[in-house]
């Protein structure tokens, strides 16, 4: 059987989506992922032109084989974007990178991460930067409340991070602007025929941002923060450097970008729809709503659905032999809490690339979202909304025509 033998042409309203990426922005995937997981958990999708994996095993199989990198072999960095200050930052991400140049950073950021508390000084920088974040969508984007949440689901994640890890007040809009300009150019260069502005955007952008991030490192950010502790310890740590260091910072951004506002967007759809939520019965100043809220978009609404790898060498993957240069889809929203051997969605991914960001990004879109419910706006009629961002990827609600 096909992966296309699964589309279920004939029911109009519920039908299934034609393929993997298409399901990103279906109204409900979530059926669709699941008869994938049971019925073809690896198989070709000529319509995708790439192997797609579906369902906690063959998931595992996927994300911890040794012949799939998360790059083309021998193209870290896009050809779009090579032989600039975007393409030199992207290849030294942990994300892009396999092997020793993933091994020499990866474990030291997740544990400086690890650091990053939720305690009461957090919050209130949190809380803050949400109130920024409101108060330029409003100036971006004007007063309709659609508009000013689909700049705000951005913004705020972006605010949120800088402020928790201690970027001062003062930077926090260049900072959004430029994270967009270089997560634009990431997008661009996956394109045949990349737009050469969007480019030269992003590494104007790129080389902006590792200079703040250097500066950060150095001494400008606040004192006491958590950029000032990583810079003293990186500095007492020979085998950190300093350069692949600044450009992880600036990764911790643009990973936080479309993710978080897929987090914070879906959850507002999810309180829009709640009827009880929205009605006058519920408190406003309750941070235990948005608490809620948010763990169950990452449990049944994941923002990141999907993930790729490539084949670096021959390989047999569930049964299946694959060669180099083949491209599997890793569906991670096919893996939800029922299905998983631990019991957790694998929203976050799992083996060696696992996102180290789970715990700050869940604080942050709890706060975002809590910020939308203290703000007042009449969410219900934003209730029957179904429209999404056009991506392949990420799932993130989108509220204006
Ligand atoms: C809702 C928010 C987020 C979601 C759903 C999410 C999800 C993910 C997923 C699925 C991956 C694995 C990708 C793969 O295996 O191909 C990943 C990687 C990563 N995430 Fe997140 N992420 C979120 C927010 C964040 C935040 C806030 C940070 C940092 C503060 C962060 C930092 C990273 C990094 C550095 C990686 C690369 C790890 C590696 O390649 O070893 N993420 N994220």
Same mark, same amino acid.
Do not use: Y
């Given at each position: 059987m096909s992966v296309a033998t699964l589309v279920s042409p004939t029911q109009s309203h519920n039908r299934f989506p034609a393929n993997a990426t298409e399901a990103v922005t279906h109204p409900d995937p979530y059926p669709y992922y699941a008869s994938l997981a049971a019925r073809l958990p690896f198989g070709f999708d000529a319509s995708l032109g790439m192997w797609v994996a579906a369902g906690p095993e063959a998931?595992?199989?996927? /994300?911890?084989?040794?012949?799939?990198?998360?790059?083309?072999?021998?193209?870290?960095?896009?050809?779009?974007?090579?032989?600039?200050? $975007?393409?030199?930052?992207?290849?030294?991400?942990?994300? =892009?990178?396999?092997? +020793?140049? #993933?091994?020499? =950073?990866? +474990? %030291?950021?997740?544990?400086?991460?690890?650091?990053?508390?939720?305690?009461?000084?957090a919050?209130?920088?949190?809380?803050?930067?949400?109130?920024? $974040?409101?108060?330029?969508a409003y100036l971006a984007r004007g007063d309709a409340p659609a508009a000013r949440l689909d700049?705000?689901?951005f913004r705020q994640p972006i605010y949120g991070l800088a402020a928790w890890l201690g970027v001062p007040a003062a930077q %926090?809009?260049?900072?959004?602007?430029?994270?967009?300009r270089l997560v634009a150019a990431m997008a661009e260069a996956g394109k045949p025929s990349p737009r050469a502005d969007v480019l030269t955007?992003?590494?104007?952008?790129?080389?902006? =941002?590792?200079?703040?991030?250097?500066?950060? /490192?150095?001494?400008?950010?606040? +004192?006491?923060? %958590?950029?000032?502790?990583?810079?003293?310890?990186?500095?007492?740590?020979?085998?950190?450097?300093?350069?692949?260091?600044? $450009?992880?910072v600036v990764g911790l951004f643009t990973q936080t970008h479309?993710?978080?506002?897929?987090?914070?967007?879906?959850?507002?759809?999810? /309180?829009?729809?709640?009827? #009880?939520?929205?009605?006058?019965?519920?408190?406003? $100043?309750?941070?235990?709503?948005?608490?809620?809220?948010?763990s169950d978009?990452?449990?049944?609404?994941?923002?990141?659905?999907?993930?790729?790898?490539?084949?670096?060498? +021959?390989?047999?993957?569930?049964?299946?032999?694959?060669a180099p240069g083949d491209v599997i889809l890793a569906v991670l929203a096919s893996a939800p809490p029922s299905a998983t051997p631990d019991g957790v969605a694998w929203t976050f991914g799992t083996g060696v690339h696992a996102c180290p960001g789970r715990s700050p990004a869940s604080t942050i879109a709890a706060i975002g979202v809590h910020a939308i419910r203290q703000a007042g706006d009449d969410l219900s009629s934003l209730a029957d909304g179904t429209a999404y961002h056009p991506l392949g990827n990420i799932r993130i609600a989108r509220f204006s025509a």
């Open positions: 998931l595992a199989e996927v /994300l911890g084989h040794q012949a799939c990198g998360v790059r083309p072999a021998g193209a870290v960095v896009p050809a779009a974007l090579a032989d600039g200050p $975007a393409g030199e930052w992207f290849g030294a991400l942990v994300r =892009m990178n396999d092997g +020793p140049a #993933h091994a020499a =950073m990866k +474990p %030291w950021l997740q544990a400086q991460l690890a650091t990053l508390h939720a305690d009461r000084d919050l209130v920088r949190l809380h803050d930067a949400s109130q920024a $974040a409101c108060a330029d700049d705000f689901v %926090w809009t260049e900072v959004h602007e430029d994270v967009q955007h992003g590494h104007r952008a790129a080389t902006a =941002m590792r200079l703040r991030a250097a500066r950060w /490192l150095d001494n400008d950010a606040a +004192p006491d923060t %958590w950029l000032r502790e990583v810079a003293r310890r990186a500095a007492s740590n020979d085998s950190v450097d300093f350069d692949a260091l600044t $450009a992880n479309d993710a978080c506002a897929g987090l914070v967007a879906n959850s507002v759809r999810r /309180l829009a729809r709640d009827a #009880h939520v929205a009605s006058v019965a519920s408190d406003p $100043a309750d941070l235990s709503v948005a608490i809620k809220t948010v978009v990452i449990r049944f609404d994941p923002p990141v659905q999907n993930t790729r790898r490539f084949l670096h060498a +021959p390989a047999v993957i569930c049964e299946q032999a694959l």
